[in-house]
């Protein structure tokens, strides 16, 4: 199904732009590459670290819930990163991305990674209430976290050689 046509109006100037100013798509695209080593390179780390403190005992799974508040920022500053460049590739080719299932998908997968940070964070902040049920899910969601990552990459991966 083709992108709506108030859509591909919309930005024909701005795939113009883009289209005759490598320059600029060099840029955007660079903001998108580092959005993703910060943002999911932050995650990566802070999974890593969860599923490792999710064995520990009390005082190192309490320093661990501190972390994770610190890397919070860092990884919603490289997911603005991303969505504001990703916004800017997808209306340079509104088209061809609307109609690529690669595109959808990948979509569909980030939507995924924020409902499952969402309940990441609800679980931090059971942590000092019900320590089990909510470190149990701290390591399911950070298990979640890590291969959502990865199947985004691989989503990015397919749509770049489509």
Known sequence: MPAPEFLTHATEGWARFYGTHKTVATGIMFVHLSGLLLGG????????????????AGPVRADHLAFLGSVHAIAVAGIVMLAVSGALMLVSDLDNFWEMRSFW??????????????????A????SVTPAA???QLK????ISLGLWFAIVLASTVMASS
Do not use: H, Y
């Not at 780390?45 to 520990?56: F, I, P, V």
């Open 124 to 127: 931090e902040r059971l942590a």
């Open 105 to 122: 998908i990948k979509m569909s997968l980030v939507g995924l990674l924020l409902a499952n940070a969402l309940v990441m964070q609800r």
């Open 140 to 143: 399911a969601t950070s298990i």
């Open 134 to 136: 909510a470190w149990a």
């Open 41 to 56: 390179g932050a995650a990566v780390a802070a999974d890593r670290e969860t599923l490792k403190a999710a064995g520990e």
